[in-house]
Structure formats: C-alpha cells, structure tokens
C-alpha cells in the first residue's frame, strides 16, 4: 500500500518568507509526527496529532512554527519568516495508534534550504 | 530528559565483515527502542522494536538485542547494500509521543 508522502520534495526560499510544507500519512493512521534533521544532527520532534485530539507541541522550537491536521488525515507544517537555521530536512511520520510504543513510518521528507 | 548516543559514528567493513553497531540510552520508563535504516535522501526505514531487557529480534542480515541501558544490532556477513545510515530511537515514560533519536551510525560496505 502507500506510504507517507510528502510535498513538496525539495523548498527553496529567502529568508523572512513564509513555507507551508504538506505531510499525506499512511491511509488508517491516526497519529502524524513531525521531526526536523539538520546536517550533523539527529533527527528532533517537533509536532504530535493524534485523531482530533490537541496536538502536543513540546518539540516546536519556536512560535514562528506551527501546525494543523484537518479530517484527521493530511497535515501542514508551517514555518514564519524562516531564519537561515532552518534550513533542514523536515519529516512526516504516521503509526496506527498513539502511543510511543508503536513503530512510526516516516515519509521521503522535504529538503528546506533558507537563503 | 531521554538521551541516546551511538557508536561508532561511522564504520567501514569489507563484505562478509560482521559486526555491531552500539545504541545506549537513558530513559524515564522504556516504552520501546526502535532501529530504523536511513539511505541518502530518503526518509528513515523501521527495521525493528524492542521493549524489554533481554528480548532480541532478526530480519536477514540484523539481529537486534536489548540491555537495561544499551541495544546491539549487530550485521551478520554484510553486503554492499547493507551500506546506509543506521539510526537507534527511544519512546521514553515521559507522556510525549515523539521518539529520541541518536545520531546514526554510518555503515559503509566494502566489496
């Protein structure tokens, strides 16, 4: 079956510019994550939706990021007046259920280059 | 806060070379400790779950252990394709959902 898709593959855009970067989860899941992977870094979580629960928003690095999940599917991270530092490959992951214990399918991701 | 370090951070083998990769972690309440296989330019790849001390799992090639404060995944006479970026997460007691990451070993497989 599919996968995880996300759009687009690869974003450049000037700094102070605004990004929407879109995440599909695998069809039947209902949790979606959201990791950032810097060069030299390991991945960090950013975002977690569950169903139409609120989100936990503990890893967003900042309030210039945000994000949304409509219908319980397809999500949006958005990114304001990006900053040079974050510039990253951002991924999506979905799992069945929530609960960290269940193994997360993570998307190609989107390559986000700040200049 | 859950930590997880690996090593080494890179690795060259010649083929049929076994070896182990080591994860070591620090965790309030282990919900599971997961191996994913990363190639360049792709998102991460589940290979396998652990959840408690002394459980081990296989899938070709790899075989994943599992201590109180480490997991071993250790490569059985690797091939060229094994080559790739392995990287070791924890779901801690925590309340989040999110794993932790390390930082990868990268694997590369000499013919």
């Known amino acids: 079956g599919a996968g995880v898709s996300q759009s687009p593959s690869n974003k450049v855009t000037e700094k102070g510019k605004d990004v929407e970067l879109r995440c599909d989860p695998i069809?039947?899941?209902?949790?979606l994550y959201w990791y950032r992977q810097s060069l030299g870094q390991g991945l960090e979580f950013l975002i977690y939706f569950q169903g139409n629960s609120a989100p936990d928003k503990s890893g967003l690095p900042s309030d210039r990021f945000s994000a949304e999940r409509t219908g319980g599917s397809v999500s949006t991270l958005t990114i304001q007046r990006t900053q040079q530092e974050d510039s990253a490959v951002y991924l999506c992951?979905?799992?069945?259920?929530?609960?960290?214990?269940?193994?997360?399918?993570f998307g190609p991701g989107t390559r986000l280059t700040v200049l | 806060e859950d930590q997880v370090t690996q090593s080494p951070e890179a690795l060259r083998l010649q083929e049929g070379e076994s070896s182990s990769l080591n994860c070591s972690y620090t965790v309030s309440g282990l919900r599971g400790l997961f191996w994913y296989r990363q190639d360049p330019g792709k998102g991460p790849e589940f290979l396998f779950t652990?959840?408690?001390a002394g459980e081990e799992k296989e899938k070709e090639r790899l075989k994943a252990t599992l201590t109180k404060k480490e997991s071993f995944l250790h490569i059985t006479a690797p091939k060229p394709e094994d080559s790739a970026t392995y990287l070791c997460?924890?779901?801690?007691?925590?309340?989040?959902?999110?794993?932790?990451f390390g930082k990868g070993t990268h694997l590369i497989i000499q013919p």
């Open positions: 992951a979905s799992s069945y259920v929530a609960g960290g214990q269940n193994e997360q399918f």
């Open positions: 997460a924890v779901a801690g007691g925590g309340g989040a959902d999110g794993l932790t």
């Open positions: 652990l959840y408690s």
């Open positions: 069809s039947g899941h209902t949790a």
